[in-house]
């Protein structure tokens, strides 16, 4: 990393401000050689962390833009680096000259991801804050956004530290009993390994049991919207989006493929699949559709059962239903319930009266959902967001509970303590330190 790097930190298009980051060795004599401070100081004679004012120009004279600079020293800054910020007139060709400026001081294009590469190989962060900056950038919704900002001020870390550093006292204890027996040192007792193995392996299972609902956060709940033809499911959908996305007419079997959108509800993303009318039919296109329905159903977590609450409950309804159960969660809806013929079907569950065309009911369908999938630790940060946390979490456990079962058995401490410490490092952490 001896190199210095730079990037668009802002997104494309055209904005008001537009952003270059640097990171490097020679980042702040980069700029220094193309930004002039108003003030007529040198750039790199000012205060770390100071805003100047000043002209950028690029290495032939040519004004580039007038802007705002700044510089942070190595090694208080987001890379552990010697950083520089400029703050330009965000149009796109405005920033690619302020690179290709910079490119002519020696300075390369940054890589994807690579300041916060920097950030943790420099030890500015952990593997756990370091993939939630990637999840913070792509947060839908205030939930999972809470939850990312948490874990990149140190959550996760913080649960693990504790866990980590009660085993690493505890392997720690036993090696300097067996090294310095004739030394007046407190005895070692081996239930003691069992108790805090056990309490760190189900400390571990806990965590890992979080896994799902930290998905959840970040890639939606999957939905499936069934029912008979002409049931309200497209309306649904263009309701809860709150655009004509799928097709409406009053043709019996218009949905013949499976319409797929993300709308948050309740605080809680889903990934809406409109499906096809369940009935039988000897349309081959339709069969088609209505087999994609099935799909649907067996791969969402939540259905969202539509019943025509003007027309009276048929045996097809009721099949659909008990086709729904395959769900871990159905929520029931009576549509159309702003026309006059509308009656809550006589059914054996609950059920939500809606209508998408005067929205009445979708509070309480957002309540409902809200209700089923909460988000449960989410604002602290200490959910499982990540399969490779998921799984370095899950092997850690096993080797502790591999470790309490052979302690039970009759085995030595000294033949099972080697799964106490190993487990660690798929988080990025050794005994050595984060």
Not at 49 to 77: K, Q
Not at 243 to 259: C, F, K, L, N, S
Request: glycine letters at 10%; hydrophobic letters at 40%; a negative charge.
């Amino acid at each position: 990393m001896s190199d210095t790097i730079a990037a668009i930190a802002t997104g494309e298009g055209r904005s008001a401000i537009g952003i270059v980051r640097l990171s490097g060795p020679g980042a702040i004599a980069a700029v220094d050689a193309l930004f002039t401070p108003a003030s007529g100081a040198r750039f790199s004679a000012l205060s770390p962390g100071r805003l100047a004012y000043g002209v950028l120009r690029d290495e032939r004279g040519r004004v580039i833009d007038r802007c705002l600079a700044t510089c942070s020293v190595a090694p208080h800054s987001y890379t552990g680096e010697d950083t520089a910020e400029l703050q330009c007139h965000g149009a796109p060709a405005v920033l690619q000259a302020v690179l290709e400026a910079l490119f002519t001081q020696g300075v390369r294009q940054a890589k994807a991801g690579e300041f916060t590469r920097r950030a943790f190989l420099n030890g500015r962060m952990d593997l756990t804050q370091a993939e939630a900056v990637i999840d913070l950038i792509d947060a839908e919704t205030t939930a999972a956004a809470r939850c990312a900002a948490a874990q990149l001020g140190g959550a996760m870390r913080r649960r693990i530290d504790g866990i980590y550093d009660e085993l690493i006292t505890l392997v720690a204890h036993f090696d300097v009993v067996l090294d310095y027996s004739d030394e007046d040192l407190e005895p070692f007792d081996p239930g003691e390994i069992v108790s805090s193995v056990g309490r760190a392996q189900r400390e571990l299972a806990a965590l890992a049991a979080t896994y799902r609902r930290g998905r959840r956060l970040y890639d939606g709940v999957p939905c499936a919207i069934v029912g008979r033809p002409n049931s309200g499911k497209s309306s649904l959908l263009n309701a809860l989006l709150g655009y004509e996305r799928a097709i409406v007419t009053d043709i019996p079997g218009t949905t013949r493929d499976t319409v797929e959108e993300r709308a948050t509800l309740g605080g809680v993303l889903l990934r809406l699949m409109d499906t096809a009318g369940l009935r039988a039919t000897d349309d081959a296109v339709e069969r088609l559709g209505v087999e994609r329905t099935r799909q649907a159903l067996s791969r969402a977590e939540l259905a969202l059962v539509l019943v025509d609450g003007s027309r009276r409950v048929t045996e097809e309804d009721q099949g659909i239903l008990r086709l729904a159960h395959a769900a871990p969660e159905v929520i029931v809806l009576a549509t159309k319930a702003d026309l006059p013929e509308f009656q809550v079907p006589d059914l054996d569950c609950q059920v939500i009266s809606i209508s998408s065309k005067t929205g009445h009911g979708l509070e309480a369908l957002e309540r409902e959902v809200e209700r089923r999938f909460p988000a449960g630790g989410g604002d602290s940060g200490e959910i499982i967001t990540s399969r490779r946390q998921a799984e370095a979490v899950a092997r850690a456990a096993q080797c502790l509970e591999a470790v309490c079962a052979a302690m039970e058995s009759g085995m030595t401490p000294d033949a099972v303590l080697s799964d106490v410490s190993w487990p660690w490092t798929p988080w990025g952490r050794s005994p050595a330190g984060w």
